[in-house]
């Protein structure tokens, strides 16, 4: 019995892991949509689902700085009347891990925002007001991305979230980004 269990799981880490895949590719484009929600104490802005695209690139080719990916990317949202110019443009690090066609990362990010507009839950409340002057357009976040995975030259990746504070103190408001849906190609 054990021995019929070890060589079923010997089977499933050979199908997973196999030798051509366990390559990081070196560059990948992608696009995806992603959710953007600011919210403060007293003050938030409305969700708003943005088109994403991005790029990164391994520091090595081999060895730990092979699995450290380095990019940036541009997101952009519709237009509304309380915000002029609903953009992020951003830079991050990701510390991947790789196992057959999944690759988990995660890593800091670090950008600017013209979707950080935060409006009073309470119609003219002061301490909303005055929080809502506070956030700036830069913010600080950690991401990650544990639903990713590459199908040979694609790369799929879901539900990936990014918590992030934006303001002067990087700390007025916090920011949730949820990418929905990613999808991708090496270079």
């Known amino acids: 019995m054990m021995?019929?269990?070890?060589?079923?799981?010997?089977?499933?880490?050979?199908?997973?892991?196999?030798?051509?895949?366990?390559?990081?590719?070196?560059?990948?484009?992608?696009v995806g949509t992603t959710s953007v929600?600011?919210?403060?104490?007293?003050?938030?802005?409305?969700?708003?689902?943005?088109?994403?695209?991005a790029y990164n690139r391994a520091l090595a080719s081999?060895?730990?700085?092979?699995?450290?990916?380095?990019g940036g990317g541009l997101r952009g949202g519709l237009p509304s009347s309380l915000r002029s110019l609903p953009l992020e443009l951003y830079v991050q690090a990701r510390l991947t891990a790789r196992l057959g066609i999944w690759e988990g990362a995660a890593g800091p990010?670090?950008?600017?925002s013209g979707l950080s507009g935060l409006y009073p839950l309470l119609g003219d409340n002061d301490a909303g007001q005055q929080e809502a002057a506070l956030v700036g357009p830069a913010y600080f976040g950690f991401g990650a991305a544990p639903l990713r995975f590459h199908l040979g030259r694609v790369l799929?990746?879901?539900?990936?979230?990014n918590l992030a504070a934006s303001g002067p103190?990087?700390?007025?408001?916090?920011?949730?980004?949820?990418?929905?849906?990613?999808?991708g190609v090496s270079l």
């Open 169 to 183: 103190p990087m700390g007025s408001a916090s920011v949730i980004r949820v990418t929905l849906l990613r999808l």
């Open 156 to 161: 799929l990746s879901a539900m990936e979230f």
């Open 37 to 53: 929600y600011y919210a403060s104490f007293y003050s938030r802005s409305p969700t708003v689902l943005t088109a994403e695209v």
């Open 3 to 30: 021995q019929n269990w070890m060589k079923w799981m010997a089977a499933c880490v050979a199908l997973l892991a196999p030798p051509v895949l366990a390559q990081s590719p070196a560059q990948e484009v992608s």
């Open 109 to 112: 990010e670090v950008g600017v």
């Open 62 to 70: 081999e060895g730990f700085w092979s699995r450290v990916r380095v």
